[in-house]
Nanobody, 121 residues
Framework: QLEVVESGGRSVQAGGSLRLSCEAS????????VAWFRQAPGKEREYVAV???????IYGDSVRGRFWIHRDSGQKTVILRMDDLKLEDTAVYYC???????????????WGQGTQVTVPS
Protein backbone atom coordinates (compact mmCIF):
# COMPACT_ATOMS: atom_id res chain seq x y z
CA GLN A 1 0.00 0.00 0.00
CA LEU A 2 1.38 3.38 -1.05
CA GLU A 3 2.54 5.71 1.70
CA VAL A 4 4.24 9.10 1.45
CA VAL A 5 6.67 10.91 3.71
CA GLU A 6 7.58 14.58 3.46
CA SER A 7 10.89 16.11 4.45
CA GLY A 8 12.84 19.31 4.08
CA GLY A 9 10.78 21.79 6.04
CA ARG A 10 12.60 24.32 8.20
CA SER A 11 12.83 28.01 9.00
CA VAL A 12 14.15 30.17 6.16
CA GLN A 13 14.45 33.93 5.78
CA ALA A 14 12.17 35.84 3.44
CA GLY A 15 13.52 35.78 -0.08
CA GLY A 16 15.25 32.48 0.50
CA SER A 17 14.73 29.08 -1.11
CA LEU A 18 13.75 25.67 0.15
CA ARG A 19 13.36 22.21 -1.32
CA LEU A 20 10.72 19.83 0.02
CA SER A 21 10.74 16.12 -0.82
CA CYS A 22 7.90 13.64 -0.93
CA GLU A 23 9.09 10.04 -0.88
CA ALA A 24 6.89 7.11 -1.85
CA SER A 25 7.05 3.78 -0.07
CA UNK A 26 5.10 0.61 -0.73
CA UNK A 27 4.67 1.70 -4.35
CA UNK A 28 5.47 4.45 -6.82
CA UNK A 29 3.80 7.58 -8.13
CA UNK A 30 3.27 5.96 -11.53
CA UNK A 31 -0.19 6.82 -12.88
CA UNK A 32 -0.90 8.94 -9.81
CA UNK A 33 -1.41 12.62 -9.30
CA VAL A 34 0.85 14.02 -6.61
CA ALA A 35 0.04 17.29 -4.94
CA TRP A 36 1.44 19.58 -2.35
CA PHE A 37 -1.05 21.25 -0.06
CA ARG A 38 -0.39 23.62 2.81
CA GLN A 39 -2.24 24.73 5.89
CA ALA A 40 -1.43 27.83 7.90
CA PRO A 41 -2.72 28.36 11.45
CA GLY A 42 -6.38 29.33 11.41
CA LYS A 43 -6.71 28.81 7.66
CA GLU A 44 -8.10 26.09 5.45
CA ARG A 45 -5.87 23.64 3.65
CA GLU A 46 -5.06 24.91 0.16
CA TYR A 47 -3.39 23.36 -2.82
CA VAL A 48 0.05 24.62 -3.79
CA ALA A 49 1.09 22.51 -6.77
CA VAL A 50 -0.13 19.39 -8.51
CA UNK A 51 1.74 17.04 -10.82
CA UNK A 52 0.54 14.33 -13.17
CA UNK A 53 3.75 14.46 -15.16
CA UNK A 54 6.45 17.13 -15.30
CA UNK A 55 4.53 18.62 -18.24
CA UNK A 56 1.07 18.39 -16.66
CA UNK A 57 1.17 20.62 -13.60
CA ILE A 58 -1.09 23.07 -11.81
CA TYR A 59 0.05 25.86 -9.50
CA GLY A 60 -1.83 27.97 -7.03
CA ASP A 61 -2.05 31.65 -7.90
CA SER A 62 -0.01 32.73 -4.89
CA VAL A 63 2.97 30.51 -5.74
CA ARG A 64 3.01 30.46 -9.56
CA GLY A 65 6.42 31.57 -10.80
CA ARG A 66 8.07 30.95 -7.42
CA PHE A 67 7.40 27.25 -6.80
CA TRP A 68 8.11 24.27 -9.09
CA ILE A 69 7.01 20.67 -8.74
CA HIS A 70 9.16 17.92 -10.23
CA ARG A 71 9.14 14.11 -10.31
CA ASP A 72 12.22 11.94 -10.43
CA SER A 73 12.47 9.45 -13.29
CA GLY A 74 11.90 6.53 -10.94
CA GLN A 75 8.52 7.91 -9.86
CA LYS A 76 9.49 7.53 -6.21
CA THR A 77 10.15 11.17 -5.31
CA VAL A 78 8.35 14.43 -5.97
CA ILE A 79 10.17 17.65 -5.19
CA LEU A 80 8.67 21.02 -4.43
CA ARG A 81 11.22 23.73 -5.01
CA MET A 82 10.27 27.03 -3.43
CA ASP A 83 12.01 30.28 -4.30
CA ASP A 84 11.53 33.87 -3.10
CA LEU A 85 9.78 32.68 0.03
CA LYS A 86 7.41 35.09 1.71
CA LEU A 87 6.01 35.42 5.22
CA GLU A 88 2.65 34.15 3.94
CA ASP A 89 4.26 30.88 2.80
CA THR A 90 4.56 29.84 6.44
CA ALA A 91 2.50 26.67 6.86
CA VAL A 92 2.58 22.93 7.29
CA TYR A 93 3.13 21.44 3.84
CA TYR A 94 1.52 18.11 3.00
CA CYS A 95 2.20 15.71 0.16
CA UNK A 96 -0.77 13.77 -1.18
CA UNK A 97 -1.28 11.16 -3.90
CA UNK A 98 -4.41 10.11 -5.75
CA UNK A 99 -5.86 8.94 -9.05
CA UNK A 100 -7.47 12.25 -10.03
CA UNK A 101 -5.47 15.17 -11.39
CA UNK A 102 -7.23 17.80 -9.34
CA UNK A 103 -6.83 20.58 -6.79
CA UNK A 104 -9.29 19.48 -4.12
CA UNK A 105 -8.03 17.72 -1.00
CA UNK A 106 -10.94 15.26 -1.21
CA UNK A 107 -9.52 13.92 -4.49
CA UNK A 108 -6.44 12.55 -2.71
CA UNK A 109 -6.50 9.45 -0.55
CA UNK A 110 -2.85 9.09 0.52
CA TRP A 111 -1.43 11.79 2.77
CA GLY A 112 1.81 12.36 4.60
CA GLN A 113 2.20 13.78 8.10
CA GLY A 114 3.36 17.16 6.90
CA THR A 115 6.52 19.22 7.23
CA GLN A 116 6.70 22.71 8.74
CA VAL A 117 7.95 25.64 6.71
CA THR A 118 8.46 28.89 8.58
CA VAL A 119 9.36 32.24 7.08
CA PRO A 120 9.93 34.48 10.11
CA SER A 121 9.00 38.14 10.12
Amino acid sequence: QLEVVESGGRSVQAGGSLRLSCEASGGTFWASAVAWFRQAPGKEREYVAVSWTDEDTIYGDSVRGRFWIHRDSGQKTVILRMDDLKLEDTAVYYCAAGRIFGIRAAEYDVWGQGTQVTVPS
